[in-house]
Nanobody
Framework: QVTLVESGGGSVQAGDSLTLSCAASGRAFSSYRMGWFRQAQGKEREFVAGLDWSGGATAYADSVNGRFTISRDNAKSTMYLQMNSLKPEDTAVYYC????????????????WGQGTQVTVSS
């Protein structure tokens, strides 16, 4: 089992960029397919992006496709989310999560979750 810790959140203006990091402890990071989710106040948690063990296969929500890039460095046990052209509607708590099987975009498929990092985008 791994433990996940997100970092890199903050308050930015619309159009700015941020990079989130998800650091994993434990030896099994490379075994996990990873994903980013977000939850805005008063809304359900939603899928943002996911990738496989190697990072060679990725998936994105339509709302972020073309603006966000997910990646991982298994040697550093870290996953990233590069977020460009941020919009006010991207404001949410962002969570990284790991799964061993199941669907990209289904939260219950993910067994391990970080504590979340707040991203606030003002217009």
């Amino acid at each position: 089992q791994v433990t996940l810790v997100e970092s890199g959140g903050g308050s930015v203006q619309a159009g700015d960029s941020l990079t989130l990091s998800c650091a994993a402890s434990g030896r099994a990071f490379s075994s996990y397919r990873m994903g980013w989710f977000r939850q805005a106040q008063g809304k359900e948690r939603e899928f943002v992006a996911g990738l496989d063990w190697s990072g060679g296969a990725t998936a994105y929500a339509d709302s972020v496709n073309g603006r966000f890039t997910i990646s991982r460095d298994n040697a550093k046990s870290t996953m990233y989310l590069q977020m460009n052209s941020l919009k006010p509607e991207d404001t949410a708590v962002y969570y990284c999560a790991g799964r061993l099987s199941g669907s990209w975009d289904v939260p219950r498929a993910y067994a391990v979750w970080g504590q979340g990092t707040q991203v606030t985008v003002s217009s």
